[in-house]
């Protein structure tokens, strides 16, 4: 049987004779009993820890991560992707670690991919790896393709990087890049508040190749009409928050200087 936490509390074990000892995954759960603990047996033969965000699931996704050796924080109610981030972060405060890795429940990222964010951190000395699916995009939908696409070159410009997959989910972030984050959003859309406080902030952001996995056992909680509107809620917002920091930047320069 798990062991059921308060909300926000997080289980604290560690296990030990991992690859990368000093790598946390965090994976946000809802409703994904069938796939959760198979995830976490595979992340946990690349990671030192599994954090998984049980938010507010109603069947047996904490049971299933329990068993499969996942550590647990339990949100009573369903919160969104976004809320399970921000409470997984506010507990990683507290613990010692060089790397965090994202990643979802469904089954739809490879954990065995872990490495490839490593070493691509390590070599490039970047400090956000973000998956790239649109390289082996096998098995996408064409309308995800599509929105993908779109959705990839406003966010690229926006966050002035160039990334082919800046929407994907399956993510490395440094300890600073982790520790500079004050998230809001509560939905999906926190990918992209991630990528755009992180490179705005000056870290370094690269992406690596990795798996595009959709089988009709991945059921996706993204809901298309939902999440694409908040996400353009979210792009406009900041891109006013954007223009208002520029024109007082002009006019704080504008300003005479007053001679003693």
Do not use: W
Not at 52 to 80: C, K, Q
Not at 229 to 243: A, C, D, E, T
């Amino acid at each position: 049987m798990p062991q059921f936490l308060k909300d926000g509390e997080i289980l604290t074990k560690k296990r030990k004779n991992t690859f990368y000892t000093d790598v946390i995954a965090v994976i946000p759960a809802y409703n994904d009993e069938k796939t959760i603990g198979n995830v976490v047996r595979k992340t946990l033969r690349k990671v030192g820890r599994c954090i998984v965000v049980n938010d507010g699931s109603d069947d047996g996704t904490a049971n299933a991560a329990v068993d499969a050796g996942a550590e647990l924080i339990v949100h009573v109610s369903n919160r969104g992707k976004g809320a399970a981030v921000r409470t997984a972060l506010n507990c990683l405060r507290k613990i010692s670690y060089k790397y965090m890795v994202l990643l979802d429940a469904d089954g739809q990222h490879e954990p065995g991919e872990i490495a490839r964010l490593v070493q691509a951190a390590q070599r490039r000395r970047a400090h956000l790896v973000c998956g790239n699916r649109m390289s082996k995009p096998e098995g996408m939908p064409l309308i995800r393709r599509i929105t993908n696409h779109v959705m990839s070159r406003i966010v690229s410009k926006l966050c002035r990087v160039n990334l082919a997959d800046p929407q994907c989910g399956y993510r490395l972030l440094s300890r600073r890049a982790v520790e500079s984050l004050q998230l809001t959003k509560s939905n999906f859309e926190v990918d992209t508040e991630i990528l755009y406080q992180v490179s705005r902030k000056g870290f370094k952001v690269t992406e690596v190749t990795i798996s595009s996995i959709y089988t009709k056992k991945n059921s996706s909680n993204i809901h298309p009409f939902s999440d694409t509107f908040r996400f353009f809620r979210l792009v406009f917002g900041l891109l006013i928050s954007k223009s208002i920091s520029t024109e007082k930047s002009k006019v704080e320069c504008q300003k005479p200087k007053i001679k003693s």
